[in-house]
């Protein structure tokens, strides 16, 4: 059992440490645990963003976990990423933080349409551009190959019943299976009915043949514990005939 989405109190909207998180994967008998906290940016504006963490909290993130690491490297194995967004003009920095750290790897997190700062979020109900915008963006993420994985792709919030859905969100599993990026079914979505996972995405995920990874997106040390769940889904995926995966690529 794996799990690549994980978060820390350091995005300011999740809570724990970064070692409780680590314990209960132990516990719960996780053999390999990915931290993808909510990256930071550096924005050229004066924004400031309350559900990542800031620049100057990277290093520390970082550190942390490659202590961490070492000292549990008998018990589990580590990775350390980020969860990002795809904004154009930031792409570059983000490139060069990746080298910086030498991260593991990052998974896409499409909340925003180009950046926090002025783009809108995309887990709100979206009109047809919005929903298209969101799309593109995913597909442009992908091109770039830098992300491991698309995490909750069923984030934009539209009829799944609307036939506009099922055409643009085809398009982005199409792309994601050219480019054999796996898609994420989101456990925290799952757990706290949100409107994704999304019944009228699966279908199309069925229907393309995606590969599909099971994320926790865990904001709480404790989501980690509740293997039945990621057992129950996994079967339930598997009965869809939708391929689950664990191995994701990494960078280095
Ligand atoms: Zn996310
Ligand atoms: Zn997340």
């Keep these: 059992m794996r799990n690549y989405h994980t978060h820390t109190r350091r995005c300011y909207h999740a809570i724990d440490s970064e070692e409780e998180y680590i314990i209960n994967a132990i516990k719960a008998g996780y053999s390999e645990l990915g931290f993808s906290d909510h990256t930071p940016w550096r924005y050229h504006s004066s924004f400031h963003s309350s559900m990542r963490m800031e620049e100057d909290k990277l290093e520390g993130y970082v550190k942390t976990l490659r202590r961490l690491k070492e000292k549990y490297k008998n018990d589990i194995s580590i990775k350390i990423g980020l969860e990002c967004e795809y904004f154009p003009k930031y792409m570059d920095w983000l490139k060069e933080i990746i080298d910086e750290y030498e991260l593991d790897y990052i998974i896409l997190g499409n909340h925003f349409d180009d950046s926090d700062e002025t783009g809108i979020y995309f887990g709100r109900p979206l009109n047809k551009a919005q929903l298209k ?16 994985y698309v995490a909750h792709p069923d984030l934009a919030f539209f009829n799944a019943q609307d036939p506009y859905y099922y ?24 757990s706290t009915h949100r409107h994704y996972p999304s019944n009228g995405f699966l279908k199309i995920v069925q229907e393309v043949k995606n590969q599909m990874i099971i994320g926790v997106d865990a904001h709480e040390s404790q989501a980690l514990l509740n293997k039945d ?21 990494f960078f280095r």
């Design 133 to 148: 915008k969101y799309v593109d963006n995913c597909i442009k993420a992908i091109k770039t190959g830098l992300y491991s």
């Design 229 to 249: 769940l990621y057992f129950q889904v996994k079967s339930f995926l598997e009965s869809l005939n939708i391929e689950v995966i664990e191995d994701i690529r």
């Design 167 to 190: 055409e643009q969100m085809k398009r982005l599993c199409l792309c994601a299976k050219e480019y054999q990026v796996p898609l994420e079914f989101n456990l925290l979505g799952y």
